[in-house]
């Protein structure tokens, strides 16, 4: 059970734009920031998005985050084939005191 | 460039320890925060550990805690996680990343290693 809640998967068509939800709680995303993760088969995560909405360089602005409350949302537009991955959220935790990622969302373009 | 190397992994017996290091390059060691991030076979991202720049704190998940340590050696500019009584619920892959020094937070990578995999197993 992951402290932060994604949906395990979501699809759209080449093109499309697709949201991907991430819920937490106060003491995660309600009080720190942000960050998402793409997870391509076989690789490493990759830093999408941290502090809520910035881009790390060589992100294309496909890319897009927004957060509000205790939750927090990745939006990819233009969708492409190469764009099938897994995609994480995740946040710093300050009663746990500790860093806490969502379950993950599986990413399929149709 | 930015490099993080990890080593260290293997198959295991139950009970065992194992150390992981994450050998860095390309930058300034001792400037930046790293953590281990690992993930179960066919599983989700699970955060394990974060060492503060200059090693004086360090956090961990609870899942770990009394069991793995983390560390550094500035000399060697590496990072270290040393598992005890391993379970089998340990076995993954276990990534390094580094802060991100651009960031506001003080949980956020920039760089991430390709990871060692630890096999837990009798």
């Known amino acids: 059970q992951s402290v932060l809640t994604q949906p395990p998967s979501v699809s759209a068509a080449p093109g499309q734009k697709v949201t991907i939800s991430c819920s937490g709680s106060m003491s995660n995303i309600g009080k720190n920031y942000v960050s998402w993760f793409q997870q391509l088969p076989g690789t490493a995560p990759k830093v999408l998005i941290y502090?809520?909405?910035r881009r790390p360089s060589g992100i294309p602005d496909r890319f897009s985050a927004s957060k509000s409350g205790t939750s927090a949302t990745l939006d990819i537009t233009g969708l492409q084939t190469g764009d099938e991955a897994d995609y994480y959220c995740g946040s710093w935790d300050s009663s746990l005191t500790a860093g806490v990622f969502g379950g993950g969302t599986k990413l399929t373009v149709l | 460039q930015v490099q993080l190397v990890e080593s260290g992994g293997g198959v295991v017996q139950p009970g065992r320890s194992l150390r992981l290091s994450c050998a860095t390059s390309?930058?300034?060691?001792?400037?930046?925060?790293m953590n281990w991030v690992r993930q179960a076979p066919g599983k989700g991202l699970e955060w394990v550990a974060l060492i503060s720049y200059d090693g004086s704190y360090n956090y961990y998940a609870d899942s770990v805690k009394g069991r793995f340590t983390i560390s550094r050696d500035k000399s060697k500019n590496t990072v270290y996680l040393q598992i005890n009584s391993l379970r089998t619920e340990d076995t993954a892959l276990y990534y390094c990343?580094?802060?991100?020094?651009?960031?506001?937070?003080?949980?956020?990578?920039?760089?991430w290693g390709q990871g060692t995999v630890v096999t837990v197993s009798s």
């Open positions: 502090d809520n909405t």
């Open positions: 990343a580094r802060d991100n020094p651009s960031s506001g937070s003080i949980w956020s990578f920039d760089h």
């Open positions: 390309g930058f300034i060691f001792s400037s930046f925060a």
